[in-house]
């Protein structure tokens, strides 16, 4: 018996208005993605694959169609419970890492427990958990520009993971990055995937980012394409 997916699309569309031109960056999408899986979107610039992963994530809100995630349509939400619902349920890592640079590696990763009733006990207990499955358990005291940009890459992941979220979104998470870092952010993704069960979608231009993933979808001016 094949599981509920964790993400379900259905006609999924989104049409931005620049005055009077309409510009369709997604058109009538329709995927189903199960969970532990690691799913890439490819596609050249404009294609519509970086759009579709803000739709997942609650950053951004589709014209029309439906997304499904753990069978809430988080198009339903109003901005404070789709703001709730982010904090709750995904964890995204960028490609500029988005850390503050006053302060520590700790302090970046407790930032989203800060939204939480957890105490700052068990707040820290979750760094602590974070750091370490990152490598970087030695690196709590560190400032970003004290630390590499790979390892700062791994701060964002450690953030990303400390609230326990059911999706982490990666949007060019090595575009930044030299090629051994990239390999060690893509087995820290993959093996969260694999191991974990976290189900991870990322946007990549790179083939051999794409092959850390269990599936890739390819996408072209808004469409899905085989």
Do not use: C
């Not at 379900?8 to 329709?30: M, P, W």
């Not at 326990?164 to 990055?177: F, K, Q």
Request: aromatic content about 4%; overall charge neutral; proline content about 4%.
């Amino acid at each position: 018996m094949v599981a509920d997916p964790i993400v379900s699309i259905r006609d999924l569309s989104k049409v931005y208005r620049q005055g009077e031109i309409q510009v369709t960056a997604l058109n009538q999408v329709s995927i189903d993605i199960q969970t532990g899986e690691f799913v890439v979107l490819m596609g050249p610039s404009g294609s519509g694959k970086s759009t579709l992963l803000h739709i997942i994530a609650g950053i951004d809100r589709a014209s029309s169609g439906s997304v499904l995630v753990q069978g809430i349509n988080v198009a339903n939400l109003t901005e404070s419970q789709l703001a709730d619902w982010r904090n709750q349920n995904v964890g995204f890592v960028f490609q500029s890492f988005n850390l503050i640079p006053v302060l520590t590696a700790a302090e970046n990763v407790e930032l989203p427990l800060l939204l939480t009733a957890l105490g700052r006990a068990e707040r820290r207990r979750q760094v602590a958990l974070a750091l370490d499955l990152v490598g970087l358990a030695d690196r709590g005291h560190h400032r970003p520009d004290q630390m590499s940009g790979g390892q700062q890459q791994r701060v964002a992941i450690a953030r990303a993971l400390v609230t326990d979220p059911t999706l982490i979104v990666a949007d060019e998470p090595t575009g930044n990055l030299d090629a051994k870092s990239a390999t060690d952010v893509l087995s820290i993704l993959q093996a969260l995937s694999r191991d974990s069960r976290k189900t991870v979608i990322m946007v990549t231009h790179d083939p051999k980012a794409a092959g850390y993933g269990t599936r890739s979808l390819h996408l072209e001016k808004g469409e899905i394409v085989a």
